[in-house]
């Protein structure tokens, strides 16, 4: 049984930064991971993915990158998510994803084990 705790979420000033976490336990047969938002009233949305046994090992959505970056400490069995330059648009519950199910993307079904997320307000 794979399972996600996210951590890490805040409120911040726009401009700031935050670094979330998450823990994983359990085997994931098709490691990857990965981390979308979704903010009220929108659809859940790809932000960062990571990939290391591919061809590509990293993606990031369009909004974030160069802003946001994902990482790992398998030692420690957590994902990171460093954002920095945060604005207001990245207000959102922040959810970490598991396993690879096909082609590795930033479509929800693109995992397979979700978190349960972890508030992230940005303020102006």
């Known amino acids: 049984q794979v399972q996600l705790v996210e951590s890490g979420g805040a409120s911040v000033q726009a401009g700031g930064s935050l670094r979330l976490s998450c823990l994983v336990s359990?085997?994931?047969?098709?490691?990857?991971m990965g981390w979308f938002r979704q903010a009220p009233g929108k659809e859940r949305e790809g932000v960062a993915g990571?990939?290391?046994?591919?061809?590509?090992?990293?993606t990031y959505g369009a909004s974030v990158k160069g802003r946001f970056t994902i990482s790992q400490d398998k030692a420690k069995n957590t994902v990171y998510l460093q954002m920095n330059s945060l604005e207001p648009e990245d207000t959102a519950m922040y959810y970490c994803?598991?396993?690879?199910?096909?082609?590795?993307?930033?479509?929800?079904?693109?995992?397979?084990?979700w978190g349960q997320g972890t508030q992230v307000t940005v303020t102006s």
């Open positions: 990571i990939n290391p046994g591919g061809r590509i090992t990293s």
């Open positions: 994803a598991a396993e690879c199910r096909g082609k590795f993307g930033l479509r929800t079904t693109d995992f397979g084990y």
């Open positions: 359990g085997y994931i047969y098709n490691y990857c």
